[in-house]
């Protein structure tokens, strides 16, 4: 499983760096950030929540 992260990162993080970006001036720009800020704290969440049942199961 180690390999496997470590060669997809290896792939994906040369495209990443490339990346032009986009415009920050547009007016949908903070709400898509905004979007995105919120999706990524809800998988955070839920991945905290599903790693505090499994160790409270566990004891």
Same mark, same amino acid.
């Given at each position: 499983m180690k390999k496997l992260l470590g060669s997809s990162l290896a792939l994906v993080s040369s495209p990443l760096l490339a990346?032009?970006?986009?415009?920050?001036?547009?007016? $949908?720009?903070?709400?898509?950030?905004?979007?995105?800020?919120?999706?990524?704290? $809800?998988? $955070?969440t839920s991945a905290a929540i599903v790693i505090y049942r499994k160790a409270n199961k566990e004891s």
């Open positions: 990346h032009p970006g986009h415009d920050h001036q547009h007016w $949908a720009s903070d709400w898509v950030h905004l979007s995105l800020a919120l999706g990524v704290f $809800a998988v $955070a």
